[in-house]
Each structure stands twice: as C-alpha cells, then as structure tokens.
C-alpha cells in the first residue's frame, strides 16, 4: 500500500576523485556487462557511468546515470574548478532530452545505473584499481511503492519522443504480425 515502509538495503558508490586518474575501465567494464549477451562488445557510449576528463588539469569526475527526465530542468548552476567553468548539465545524472548522454546510442533510449543486480559487487567498483569507486550499504526505511522497472522508463521515454497513440499502434501492428 502507498505510503507505508519497509526496511531496505540501500547501495551506494562513494565517489573519491582525487584518487580517480581517468582510466576509463569504469566505462568498459559497466557497458561490456551490460552487453547482450554479455562481454559480446564494448562501447563507452552505452556505459551508465561516464568519466569527465581534463587531462591537462589533471581532473576526472565519474558520473552516474541516474533518473530519466522527460524534460530540461529550468534551475541550472555552472561549475569552475581548477579556473574551467563548467557546461551546466556537466555533472548532472539525468538521462534528459537536452542531451546525449545517458542513452543508447542506436534507439535514444534512456540509461541508468542498476548497480549490477546480480553480480555479487558492481563491475565499475571492482575495476577500479584505484580505488576510486567505494560500494557502501546501509539499511533505510522506504517507500513501499517499488521502482519504475527500466522497461517502464524505456516506454515513457519512447511515449515522450513518439507520442502515446504512435506507440499504441506500432504495439498492436507488431502482435497481429505474430
Ligand atoms: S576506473 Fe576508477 S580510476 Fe578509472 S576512470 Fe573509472 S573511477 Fe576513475
Ligand atoms: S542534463 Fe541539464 S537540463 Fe537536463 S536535467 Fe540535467 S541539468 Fe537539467
Ligand atoms: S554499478 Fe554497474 S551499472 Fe552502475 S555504472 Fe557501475 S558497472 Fe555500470
């Protein structure tokens, strides 16, 4: 029932960039994982974790990618460090319309960060040599309502892009064709 809690495991990756030496394993490692079928290919570009890289100032930033937006936020800040000013969307998790980032490269379709479900520890943590990427567990009360499966978010984003009825309609083309 909505509203009510339950006690949950909570996962988190503690991110220290001042050990992070922009490697870049995190984006193989979690895009080879997540291939279909597994480690059958390797592609940054679908990795749910990117790496901002400023050789030059010595900077890396991993970035985890988070919750699908279905449009731009209107409150935006920009970042200097180190003397660079930063674009305002440079750190943001959101899989968002104003961007590439965060989706599947060939169908546009959002990506997130699952933390590996399934494996024993997340694949970016464990490829991490530098120990840049700490996993860290703590219980916490929650919602009971559960989360929006990446399916749902995958036909949101598409209903977002094509609109509802398009999408209707392609749905039932496709079962009559079975
Ligand atoms: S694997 Fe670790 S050190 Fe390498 S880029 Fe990713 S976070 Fe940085
Ligand atoms: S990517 Fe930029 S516009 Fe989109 S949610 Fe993030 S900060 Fe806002
Ligand atoms: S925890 Fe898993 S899904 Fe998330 S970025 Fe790391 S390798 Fe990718």
């Given at each position: 029932m909505k509203g009510e809690k339950k006690k949950k495991i909570v996962k988190t990756i503690r991110i220290d960039v001042e050990k992070c030496n922009g490697c870049r394993a995190c984006e193989v490692i979690c895009s080879a994982s997540h291939a279909?079928?597994?480690?059958?290919?390797?592609?940054?570009?679908?990795?749910?974790?990117?790496?901002?890289c400023e050789p030059y100032k010595d900077i890396y930033v991993p970035v985890y990618a988070g919750d699908y937006a279905p449009a731009e936020c209107a409150g935006r800040d920009k970042y200097t460090i180190d003397g660079k000013e930063y674009d305002e969307c440079s750190f943001c998790r959101?899989?968002?319309?104003?961007?590439?980032?965060?989706?599947?490269?060939?169908s546009g379709l959002?990506?997130?960060?699952?933390?590996?479900?399934?494996?024993?520890?997340?694949?970016?943590?464990?490829?991490?040599?530098?120990?840049?990427?700490?996993?860290?567990?703590?219980?916490?009360?929650?919602?009971?309502?559960?989360?929006?499966?990446?399916?749902?978010?995958?036909?949101?984003?598409?209903?977002?892009?094509?609109?509802?009825?398009?999408?209707?309609d392609t749905l039932t083309r496709l079962s009559k064709k079975e």
């Open positions: 279909e079928p597994k480690y059958s290919s390797n592609n940054p570009a679908r990795a749910r974790i990117r790496v901002i959101a899989s968002c319309p104003s961007r590439d980032e965060f989706k599947e490269p060939d959002p990506l997130k960060c699952d933390m590996c479900e399934g494996e024993d520890e997340p694949m970016c943590v464990k490829w991490c040599l530098a120990d840049a990427l700490v996993l860290e567990e703590r219980e916490e009360e929650v919602d009971e309502e559960e989360e929006q499966e990446e399916l749902a978010v995958g036909l949101e984003s598409l209903a977002d892009k094509y609109g509802l009825d398009k999408i209707i």
